[in-house]
Every structure is written in structure tokens, then in C-alpha cells.
């Protein structure tokens, strides 16, 4: 193996990390416990607070598959450690967003609230009526939680209104002319 195939990540105090011989990593930390199933290809080994991935050959697909598995495992340490979110802006005249207990209420439009209820290890935040802001260890599920919000009311080109990601630019449309 090859030392160009090996990619070190640091696991911070009180961060366990254990590899078992079918492919599955299991990460505790003070956040939670998340578990992956990765390549089974892929070598990965610990020591000293260091997780290392090896790949096997220096194949296309074996450099494609070494950096998803060393990216799966950092984003697993990174979620049981410091946690992951995205905040969401609600645009539009009386478009606004509350919590109903741990549910997240949005009044974008329709003629009814629209409630969300989070998945397990999301919670939702909502510092302002028009700033929304989805928590969790496990990336994949705080970005799936946050596109679902945005899919209820998606930012339409011509107003501009709806609900969007913060920083996210909307191409807007010029509309009819007289």
C-alpha cells in the first residue's frame, strides 16, 4: 500500500471510533452515536487518536471510494462533536415560522400552517420569525431536514418570496411589461 493512499483524522478527546470487520464504523461522542457503513475495501485503522484510510491500489475507483470514506468518517467525528446545521430565511409579506413544541409551524402563503415535524436527532431553531435553523449530528439528515422545509415553499424568480437558504441568490425574472 502505497503512502499517497493513507489520509490521517484527528479524533478529539472523549470521541470513540470502532471499525468492525464487516464495513461498519460506529462514532460516540458527546453529541451522539453515528454509524456508517463504508467500502469494505477501504483499510481503516486507529492508533494513537489518529484514524487512518488506506486504499488499495491507485485505481480511479479506489481513489473515488478512499476520499468518500475518509470524508463519511470525518463528517462523523466532526457531527458527534461540534454538530451540524443549516439556517433557512423565510421571505415574503406575512410568510413567518414558529415552534409548536419541538414542531416547526410555517405560515408561507397557504391557507393553512404547514407543521414539520422533526426526525429523530433534528431540532429546529427559530431565533426570528423569519430565520429558521435545523440542528443535528448527522449531515446528511440536517441537509435532507433543511431541503424539505425549502420544498414546501421553494423561492419563486419573479417576488422573490419563499423559503430559501441564507446567502442563497435567487435569479430573478423581469415579469410583464405594460
Known sequence: MSRIGRTPIQIPDGVTVEVSPGGNVTVNG?????????????????EDGVVTVTRPTER?????LHGL??????NMVE???KGFEKQLEIQGVGYRA???GSDLELAVGFSHPVTITPREGISFDVPQPTQVIVKGSDKQVVGQTAAEIRKVRPPEPYKGKGIRYQGEQVRRKVGKRA
Open 98 to 100: 414558529q415552534l409548536k
Open 69 to 74: 470514506t475518509r470524508t463519511l468518517v470525518a
Open 60 to 64: 480511479g475507483e479506489d481513489r473515488a
Open 30 to 46: 458527546p453529541l451522539g452515536t453515528l454509524s456508517q457503513r463504508v467500502p469494505t475495501r477501504m483499510a481503516i485503522s486507529q
Open 79 to 81: 457531527g458527534v462533536t
